[in-house]
């Protein structure tokens, strides 16, 4: 991954994670280690939707707790706007208080 890349390039001592795929790290404690953790707007919001809604399991609605949006982290970085019902130009970096109005 590009960004991943950069940052481990241009910069001494941080920890990056890449979350993606189906081996995600599902523990906040975890997450909460890491300098910078990258990952998708869509698997943002599909983790956020799980969580508020749920899906269909088995007949059953399950609802599984987003261990992203378990973390109060310092800031969020949103690149390009695909996706998003407000479009942002280039980077944009929100508050942790942003957060919530951002991905709801």
């Known amino acids: 991954m590009q960004w991943r890349n950069e940052i481990e390039t241009r910069t001494v001592g941080m920890d990056v994670l890449v979350w993606h795929g189906a081996s995600r790290v599902t523990d906040p404690k975890e997450l909460k280690k890491y300098d910078v953790v990258l990952t998708t707007y869509a698997v943002l919001e599909s983790c956020f939707r799980k969580q508020l809604s ?4 088995k007949g059953t609605i399950v609802k599984e707790k987003s261990p992203l949006h378990a973390v109060e982290w310092d800031r969020v970085v ?3 706007c695909a996706g998003l019902s407000q479009c942002f130009s280039g980077l944009t970096y929100l508050p942790r208080a942003s957060l919530m109005k951002l991905i709801i």
Do not use: L
């Open 54 to 57: 749920g899906f269909k399991r």
């Open 78 to 80: 949103v690149r390009g």
